[in-house]
């Protein structure tokens, strides 16, 4: 496409500049979309919190920013009854929002002022194998369509089986689905590309649930309901469908899909995965968010610390100067 040449009148509108922070907000929304190819939903969430800023602040000079101004919001945040888990979301985007500037050459308040909160160490709720597996059996106790007994069960499998989160689960296709292997790609945070792994579990329920549907619909998941058949399923009804399996088994607590996320990881760990591989099949990209699977229960631990009690192997080299030897003994 040939780009319109700029008269004079258009350079001048062109290369006006204003240092307010809405205007420089605007040009870091640009960025997000268009060089860093964020995905729409972080857009929207840096969006959030940087414009919240803005209307407590006033719509005022980047170089006029103070610390103080800081304080103040994130102070106006609690009193509004946030979260400081959510708090500290504001002082992420507000970190990344003066980077952003500072890289452009606008003076303001420089990001690593801005400190976290500390938040407590977040508890995961996970179930034990046999309660995942009473919920991977549930619809073929408690479903009386043929058709949906296959969907569901699918659909469990492949939540627990893959880690995938519900978007990308509900956004599936058919033709991404390869039953010949064992594994495929989902696009992830990012426009990232990434492989997703299918349990023998998994690979035999969608087979058996893909060759049972006689409809055209390209997703995977559908609606079965006579009103949206054929409609890819909806986050509420995945969450609804794995909550209500669950309540029928007489699992009393809340269970999520997220909650079969916690229940793959510490299942991985207890047949001693290593964590920086759950790290990467959870596509985490800090350790730290992986360590929190660490939980698992002290009988485990306790099989590790038994190992003292066994004689040594004398002919197993260590080499302690191996960098991974020595990251893993040092830092985890």
Not at 32 to 46: C, F, G, H
Not at 78 to 100: C, D, E, M
Not at 235 to 258: C, D, F, G, M, Q
């Amino acid at each position: 496409m040939k780009l319109k040449k700029l008269n004079l009148s258009d350079k001048k509108q062109w290369y006006s500049f204003s240092n307010t922070l809405s205007s420089h907000l605007e040009r870091f929304i640009n960025y997000l979309q268009y060089t860093k190819n964020a995905s729409p939903k972080t857009i929207e969430n840096y969006s959030l919190w940087v414009n919240r800023f803005i209307d407590y602040v006033w719509d005022i000079d980047a170089s006029e920013i103070k610390m103080m101004h800081i304080q103040d919001f994130r102070t106006y945040l609690i009193k509004q009854g946030l979260s400081p888990k959510t708090v500290n979301y504001h002082a992420v985007g507000l970190r990344s929002f003066f980077k952003f500037m500072l890289r452009n050459d606008v003076e303001t308040l420089s990001p690593e002022k801005i400190d976290l909160a500390k938040i407590p160490p977040r508890r995961v709720s996970y179930l034990s194998e046999q309660q995942v597996q009473d919920i991977l059996d549930a619809p073929s106790i408690f479903e009386k369509n043929p058709l949906k007994i296959l969907r569901d069960k699918a659909v469990l499998a492949t939540l627990y089986g893959t880690w995938l989160r519900v978007t990308e689960l509900i956004t599936l296709k058919t033709k991404d689905i390869r039953l010949s292997e064992n594994q495929f790609s989902v696009i992830w945070k990012g426009s990232k590309l990434r492989s997703v792994f299918l349990t023998q579990d998994a690979k035999e329920k969608l087979k058996k649930y893909i060759l049972s549907r006689s409809d055209d619909s390209e997703f995977l998941f559908i609606s079965l309901s006579p009103n949206s058949y054929g409609q890819p399923l909806s986050r509420n009804s995945v969450e609804s469908l794995v909550k209500k399996y669950a309540e029928l088994v007489w699992i009393t607590e809340k269970v999520t899909p997220h909650t079969l996320r916690h229940s793959f990881a510490t299942s991985l760990l207890r047949r001693w995965a290593d964590i920086r591989s759950v790290q990467a099949l959870l596509w985490h990209s800090s350790i730290q968010t992986t360590q929190i699977y660490t939980h698992v229960d002290d009988k485990y631990l306790q099989k590790v610390h038994d190992l003292l009690d066994k004689k040594p192997d004398f002919d197993k080299n260590i080499d302690v100067g191996d960098e991974k030897f020595a990251d893993d003994l040092f830092n985890e």
